[in-house]
């Protein structure tokens, strides 16, 4: 395990600059900075889901993902360094499926919403595309993982699938989409 925090104030940050985890001193705007805080609050709003009731499959995967994320913040904040390989998407593709295969097969577009875990988690899923946009823009200047790219995108549809078991197991259905519902 690396450096331990043991004074949270440092003031090393006033400058406008952070550190990555090999000393490396960049800007906060830079955008591997945007990428790490993107995963930051990828994670936060998978935190948020898990203050709910949760099916304990469901709490389960979202707990092995908090700590993947970790690992892909590290990934992120040491230039150069792998965590992320395809045992992770492997894992979430099980995952994805196992969960899917518990649902109605989708025949229309559906919304955002149902219960408040469900609607959590469609934020979350939503915070992962931009954390996922985050990682490509990142990748377009500096190298970057292809697996960790790939990580988020499955890890979009997996949230997707979750809001709808989570739905599922609170007595809810599917927010379905109704074309031209408001037209005059």
Request: glycine share 10%; charged share 25%; hydrophobic share 40%.
């Amino acid at each position: 395990m690396g450096k331990r925090l043991t004074k949270i104030v440092t003031r090393t940050g006033d400058d406008g600059t952070t550190g990555l985890g090999d000393g490396t001193r960049v800007r906060k705007d830079a955008a591997r900075i945007q990428a790490l805080g993107a995963i930051d609050s990828l994670n936060s709003a998978i935190g948020r889901v898990l203050a709910h009731e949760l099916p304990g499959a469901v709490r389960d995967c979202l707990d092995r993902i908090q700590h993947d994320l970790f690992d892909l913040g590290g990934e992120l904040s040491l230039p150069g360094v792998s965590r992320v390989d395809e045992s992770y998407l492997a894992r979430l593709e099980r995952e994805i499926e196992a969960f899917n295969a518990q649902l109605a097969p989708l025949k229309e577009f559906i919304l955002p919403g149902g219960t408040l875990a469900a609607a959590d988690a469609h934020l979350a899923r939503t915070s992962c595309r931009e954390a996922e946009r985050a990682v490509v823009a990142l990748g377009a200047g500096e190298a970057v993982s292809d697996a960790a790219r790939r990580y988020l995108n499955r890890l979009s549809d997996l949230l997707f699938v979750i809001a709808r078991v989570v739905n599922r197991a609170q007595g809810r259905g599917d927010v379905l989409w109704q074309p031209g519902k408001n037209r005059g």
